[in-house]
């Protein structure tokens, strides 16, 4: 099959050489010039693992391609994908359409042949009509199915997540959609992937529906980690206690910061608003927004009760870890966006260190920016890991003690023992449990 996508940002990139690898011809299209030709000359604009080599395979195989122009690969494509921002509109949380619409117009004017309208992007419910109606005034006579088809990958493990899907999810009314997706997903087909054909806009709500329960999930298990903290109990057994009940399930019960990243709260806050604009208020996700962005302020309070003060004056708080999650260079809505800077406004000293959160230099001002976790260790007054990133799990603690000014370490992420570092004799604060 032929593909174009449009979008060369995280999801359609990694769509995009995931479908070439899959045997197709896929043309990955985007107007930003530098970003293709640096793609062309096999540079990856963002942080995947993995992802480079792929591009790379699949290039020098002849099956996947870079241009500015989507005229060529549009006109050839059997599916066409739209997989270009849609970020929160400022001010009422809506998702702004602008660039989806953009891509639909720009699609339909150079059509050639039956061709099948993705949307990979998370869109509100009724996107999918707007685009067709789109379609149609621009192009009445092109034969074109729009097809809802969200993605479900996790930044850091995309292409796994596409590869080996739970599931994939195709809204669509017209046969001969669904026979030319049920061709692209063919080699998860014979890996027996269930894939769950729904009406569009079923499919487009399910996106929403899955990542506000993760998040609700996630905000769930932070506020029982509060509450394991008044009452003595330990939030990661109480976790594991509770998601060996497969009605439950154990993924997303780790207690922490807070969410963060390009999804989870772009997509709350976007359901919120579908939700009240259809007169369907979702109360439970509208609280999950609220107590979240509660947390991930509170967590500085955390770090200025363990070093025993009311305010950090004079103390140098060091921080291992400001992207949103490891693995990814990505910095929207990361927790350390909200706690570094509380933590400069409670009169602390920052220095920090992350391996790929290069971002961060433009994005939280006055920090002394460090090379290694032992830079950060050194003169501290507390260490507060936001990021748990695997190379924090493998500290030289011994030397962290000695380089620090007092051995004082708050884990956000829960990624060491208590017991353990109170016998290495670190004063340790962590997320939810006793110690
Ligand atoms: C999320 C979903 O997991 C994907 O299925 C979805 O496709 C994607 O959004 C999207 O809509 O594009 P992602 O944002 O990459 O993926 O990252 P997650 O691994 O889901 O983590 C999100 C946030 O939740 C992070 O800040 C992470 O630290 C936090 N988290 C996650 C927890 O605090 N506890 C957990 O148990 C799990």
């Avoid at 790379?56 to 122009?69: E, K, P």
């Avoid at 034969?143 to 669509?172: C, H, M, Q, W, Y």
């Amino acid at each position: 099959m032929h593909v174009a996508m449009i979008g060369t940002g995280y999801v359609g990139l990694v769509s995009g050489a995931c479908f070439a690898d899959f045997g197709h011809i896929v043309t990955c299209i985007d107007k930003d010039a530098g970003k293709i030709e640096r793609l062309k000359s096999g540079g990856i604009p963002i942080y995947e693992p993995g992802l480079d080599k792929l591009v790379a395979q699949n290039v020098q195989a002849g099956r996947l391609f870079f241009d500015t122009d989507a005229a060529e690969a549009v006109k050839k494509a059997d599916a066409v994908f739209i997989a270009v921002g849609t970020p929160s509109r400022r001010g009422d949380g809506h998702a702004d359409l602008s660039y989806v619409h953009a891509a639909a117009e720009e699609v339909a004017k150079l059509v050639d042949g039956f061709t099948v309208l993705v949307t990979k992007s998370t869109v509100p419910v009724g996107t999918g009509d707007e685009i067709e109606a789109i379609v149609k005034r621009v192009r009445p006579e092109a034969d074109v199915a729009v097809v809802s088809n969200p993605e479900f990958l996790r930044e850091g493990a995309a292409i796994e997540d596409f590869k080996r899907p739970d599931r994939v999810v195709v809204g669509t009314d017209d046969d001969r959609a669904r026979e030319v997706m049920r061709e692209l997903y063919r080699p998860l087909y014979l890996n027996e992937t269930p894939i769950l054909f729904t009406g569009r806009r079923t499919s487009e709500l399910i996106k929403y529906a899955a990542n506000a329960f993760l998040a609700m999930k996630i905000t769930f298990i932070n506020e029982v980690a509060d509450l394991c903290e008044a009452v003595g109990a330990d939030v990661q057994q109480v976790a594991r206690g509770i998601g060996l009940d497969n009605r439950i399930g154990g993924k997303f019960l780790h207690a922490g910061p807070g969410y963060g990243g390009s999804c989870f709260p772009k997509d709350t806050l976007a359901l919120v608003q579908t939700a009240r604009q259809y007169g369907a208020p979702i109360d439970l996700v509208e609280t999950t927004v609220k107590v979240n962005d509660e947390r991930k302020k509170a967590m500085a309070q955390k770090v200025i009760r363990a070093v025993d003060g009311q305010d950090l004056s004079g103390r140098t708080i060091g921080v291992l870890g400001l992207t949103f999650k490891p693995n990814t260079d990505d910095m929207r809505d990361a927790p350390s966006l909200d706690i570094v800077p509380a933590l400069q406004a409670a009169g602390a000293k920052v220095q920090a260190f992350d391996p790929e959160g290069h971002e961060a230099r433009q994005m939280l001002a006055d920090v002394d920016f460090k090379d290694s976790p032992y830079d950060v260790a050194e003169g501290a007054d507390a260490l507060v890991i936001i990021t748990e990133w695997d190379q924090f799990r493998a500290l030289d603690l011994d030397r962290i003690k000695l380089l620090m000014k007092r051995p004082v370490m708050v884990d956000l992420r829960n990624i060491y023992k208590p017991d353990d570092m109170k016998a290495r004799g670190f004063a340790y604060t962590s997320v939810g449990r006793p110690g």
